[in-house]
């Protein structure tokens, strides 16, 4: 993979926290890279994806960072915006056409030449050119949860919506044996966003390429804070997996089973193709073990969303698919 990234790298396998859609003062933000790093490292992250509007013009700006940055670029059409994510420095994905124009295609495939990831963004967003028009199919995966922009609430109705969508599609997709993952970003263009929400990934190493990796794989899931925690994990037969990856039944039945922390008096849901499966109360002081039982028969895959008291979105998976 050519040299997509500034910034420090680790050769520790684990789950790294980071936020894959950021503006600075090179496009419409209002924070300099400076300031967008010290923010990162303030929300507990360890990565940050750079992805001004249609430029390059930050991707030279990050080579004293101490954190993992990512070089890419928001490519903002007139019928949807996306991300491009893993560019080589200087790189610029053209933005100058339309979802009628045909010309999508041939900017996706340069991106995945280069060996990056492309993302549907905030594809409900409410507002000229931002609902997203293009066919998911030709994309990597899609960010179910934008940031909060100028409001003080970090889950909004455009999330439900990419929300509901994306999930409606998750059982075709898995019974098909391609499915898209989600993920979230801040959108951040202002001081105190970075990191409301961000997606945590299991990646093999802190770099680039092994971030985007997982990212693709749909080894991640998503979270408002750095306050919150979440493990996923399914078991049958002798079996295992986790967030992203194919557990084997045997027709045995599967126990899932989420660890949570930092949500206080929330709630735990369990979702498959049929819909919510399950739902259970964590306890005031926010920390919890939820169970629940299936077979690959009864669900294709099981995913999981932790909601706040007041109904907001506080966490929420990537599938682990049985079989």
């Known amino acids: 993979m050519a040299d997509t990234a500034s910034g420090p790298s680790s050769r520790e396998r684990g789950w790294y926290r980071g936020d894959c859609h950021v503006h600075s003062v090179h496009s419409d ?48 059409t007139r019928t949807g915006h996306w991300l491009a994510l893993g560019l080589p420095p200087g790189q610029v994905v053209d933005w100058r056409y339309g979802v009628g124009d045909g010309a999508v295609e041939g900017q996706l495939a340069e991106v995945r030449r280069a060996g990056g990831l492309c993302v549907a963004a905030h594809p409900h967003a409410p507002y000229p050119s931002g609902t997203f028009m293009y066919p998911y199919e030709g994309f990597d995966a899609v960010e179910v949860w934008n940031g909060p922009w100028d409001s003080d609430m970090p889950w909004q109705a455009d999330n439900d919506a990419a929300l509901a969508e994306w999930g409606c599609g998750l059982a075709a997709d898995v019974r098909r044996g391609r499915w898209r993952p989600a993920m979230g970003n801040s959108d951040t263009h202002l001081a105190g966003q970075i990191g409301i929400p961000h997606t945590v990934v299991r990646a093999d190493e802190l770099t680039a390429g092994a971030v985007l990796a997982g990212i ?46 930092g949500v206080p008096s ?58």
């Open 266 to 323: 929330g709630t735990v849901s369990f979702h498959t193709e049929t819909g919510t499966a399950h739902r259970a109360a964590l306890p005031a002081g926010g920390s919890g073990t939820v169970e629940w039982r299936t077979s690959g028969e009864e669900a294709g895959f099981v995913r999981v969303e932790v909601r706040t008291a007041d109904g907001g979105m506080a966490a929420l998976s990537n599938p682990v698919v049985m079989a």
């Open 29 to 76: 933000g209002e924070l300099t890279p400076d300031q967008l790093t010290a923010g990162a490292r303030s929300a507990g992250l360890d990565f940050l994806a750079t992805t001004e509007h249609n430029t390059a013009e930050a991707h030279g700006s990050w080579e004293h960072s101490d954190l993992l940055v990512i070089l890419g670029e928001e490519v903002t």
């Open 216 to 261: 693709r794989a749909g080894r991640s899931w998503i979270a408002a804070s750095a306050a919150v925690e979440l493990s996923f994990r399914a078991f049958a037969g002798g079996h295992s997996a986790g967030i992203g990856d194919r557990l084997r039944t045997g027709g045995e039945k599967a126990v899932c089973g989420v660890d949570v922390r």
